[in-house]
C-alpha cells in the first residue's frame, strides 16, 4: 500500500520561510494535500494539488510536487507564530478505494521569536 | 453551521470495558471514516464506510466495531479487545467521487481517550 513520509520536526525563526517536505510511494496517486493541526484540535485542509500540476501557490503558500521523485514540499513565507502547529501531508490513490488518504508522520514546526 | 462534531472531547475508560465515541456530520457527505492518532505515527485509518449500513476495516480496525446505520452518524466501539485504547481519536468525513475528483475530507475535533 501507499506509504507516506515526514520529517518530525521543523524550527524556524519569525519571518523566516519553512519547508516542510514529504515523500510517497504510489505513482498512481492523484491528489496531495497539506492539512493543519492546531494542539488538541482536528485537521483543517490548508491546500492540495492535482498530480498534473508542478506548482500551486495560495497567498503564503507554495506547493512544489516532483511526481518523478514522488516529492511534495509546503513552503510557508514569512511564517508567523500562529503558523506553530502540526502539518501532515496526505496522499489519494487510485488503489485500494480512490476515497481513501494516506496520512504522513506529521511534521511539528515551532516557530521561535 | 454545517460541520461535523464529535463527543465526548474527553473519555476516560477502565480497563476492560467497552466504550462508544461518537461522531455526527450534517454536511450530506456519503463517506464517514475513523482515524487514530499517536504521537509520532501521524493518522492511521480504522474503519471507512462510504454508504450507509455498508463499512470497510481501514489499517488497524483489530480490537475496534462501527455501525453506519444513518448517512448523519458514524460511532465507533472502542472494546476491550483493543490493546492500546488510549490516543487522539479522529472522524472525518467526505463526498464520494472518482479519482480524478477533488475530494476533502473533513474533519471532527477529535475526542481523547484516556485508559485508566
Known amino acids: 500500500g501507499e506509504d507516506v513520509e515526514q520529517s518530525l520536526f521543523l524550527s524556524v525563526r519569525e519571518g523566516d520561510s519553512s519547508v516542510i517536505n514529504c515523500t510517497y510511494t504510489?505513482?498512481?496517486?492523484?491528489?496531495l494535500y497539506w492539512y493543519k493541526q492546531e494542539p488538541g484540535a482536528g485537521l483543517q485542509l490548508l491546500t492540495y494539488i492535482f498530480s498534473n500540476m508542478d506548482m500551486k501557490q495560495d497567498q503564503r503558500l507554495t506547493v512544489l510536487l516532483n511526481k518523478k521523485d514522488k516529492h511534495l514540499s509546503l513552503r510557508i513565507a514569512d511564517t508567523q507564530t500562529g503558523d506553530s502547529a502540526i502539518y501532515f501531508c496526505a496522499a489519494r490513490a487510485l488503489t485500494g478505494g480512490g476515497n481513501k488518504l494516506t496520512f504522513g508522520t506529521g511534521t511539528q514546526l515551532k516557530v521561535e521569536l | 453551521d454545517g460541520g461535523i462534531t464529535q463527543s465526548p472531547k474527553y473519555l476516560f475508560r477502565k480497563e476492560g470495558q467497552n466504550v462508544t465515541l461518537s461522531c455526527e456530520q450534517n454536511l450530506n457527505h456519503d463517506a464517514m471514516y475513523w482515524y487514530r492518532q499517536d504521537p509520532g505515527q501521524g493518522l492511521r485509518l480504522i474503519y471507512y464506510?462510504?454508504?450507509?449500513?455498508?463499512?470497510q476495516k481501514g489499517d488497524i480496525a483489530e480490537g475496534y466495531s462501527v455501525s453506519r446505520e444513518k448517512k448523519e452518524s458514524f460511532p465507533l466501539t472502542v472494546t476491550s479487545a483493543q490493546k492500546n485504547p488510549t490516543a487522539f481519536y479522529l472522524c472525518a468525513s467526505s463526498r464520494v467521487s472518482s479519482g480524478s475528483a477533488h475530494n476533502e475530507q473533513f474533519f471532527g475535533p477529535g475526542t481523547r481517550l484516556t485508559v485508566l
Open positions: 464506510s462510504q454508504i450507509v449500513n455498508d463499512f
Open positions: 504510489d505513482s498512481s496517486s492523484t491528489y
